[in-house]
């Protein structure tokens, strides 16, 4: 089946530095990539879909110079968290379709911590 | 109102018991529902989806829809501790193309 791959899976940083976190579909091609954040006992809230070799599509309230991403082939899409702070810490997760399988494949999700 | 109601529980079952989780819904439109299991610091993974109204079984797993009530659910025959986890109910509108709307997720232990 589809799998997406995302890494780190756990990362801590620093109050004012930024973070990137990679999804990479490895076994087919994703022309789209969902950016997804999670706070406990949340649901998914969908934060930008990420479309190969174009710019991305935000969702209402979501600051998109904070969250950069990139999507610069069929197979990988990256988020940066720039100047992160605390408030930032969160569950990330990346998901994307692959058209011979129904629904979407999610990444095993990024545990950002900042102090 | 949101789109999909779900009680987060945690709900807390001993092995061997039938596990029934709910999700109500308010957007007619919707087509397609589906349920995903997350564990703990992973990401969900989709367990089942069934199209309109009716039943669909997979295993232990039961899902069932009820438009005319917009509500559906998901039973777990026989629970297992390795069925401990969130459990997300997902709808949209169409087929795989349209991104779903989820609901927060209910959180499911089963004890020995």
């Known amino acids: 089946g589809a799998v997406v791959s995302q890494h780190p899976s756990r990362v801590i940083c620093k109050s004012g530095t930024s973070v990137k976190i990679e999804c990479r579909s490895l076994?087919?091609?994703?022309?789209?990539m969902f950016w997804y954040r999670q706070f406990p006992k949340q649901s998914l809230m969908l934060m930008a879909t990420?479309?190969?070799?174009?710019?991305?599509?935000?969702e209402q309230g979501v600051e998109k110079d904070k969250f950069l991403i990139n999507h610069a082939s069929l197979t990988l899409s990256t988020l940066t968290v720039t100047s992160a702070h605390p408030e930032d810490s969160s569950f990330y997760i990346c998901s994307a379709r692959d058209r011979l399988a129904f629904g979407y494949t999610f990444g095993s999700g990024t545990r950002l911590t900042v102090v | 109102q949101k789109e999909v109601e779900q009680d987060p529980g945690p709900l807390s079952v001993p092995e061997g018991a039938i596990v029934s989780l709910n999700c109500t819904y308010s957007?007619?439109?919707?087509?397609?529902f589906m349920w995903y299991r997350q564990y703990s610091r992973k990401g969900p993974e989709l367990l089942m989806y069934?199209?309109?109204?009716g039943n669909k079984e997979d295993g232990r797993f039961t899902a069932q829809v009820d438009k005319s009530s917009k509500y559906i659910s998901l039973f777990i025959r026989d629970s297992q501790p390795s069925d401990s986890a969130t459990y997300l109910c997902?709808?949209?509108?169409?087929?795989?193309?349209?991104?779903?709307?989820f609901g927060r997720g209910t959180s499911l232990i089963v004890h020995p």
């Open positions: 069934t199209y309109s109204s």
């Open positions: 076994d087919f091609q994703a022309t789209t």
């Open positions: 997902a709808m949209s509108a169409s087929g795989g193309s349209y991104i779903p709307t």
């Open positions: 990420s479309n190969e070799g174009s710019k991305a599509t935000y």
């Open positions: 957007n007619s439109a919707f087509q397609y």
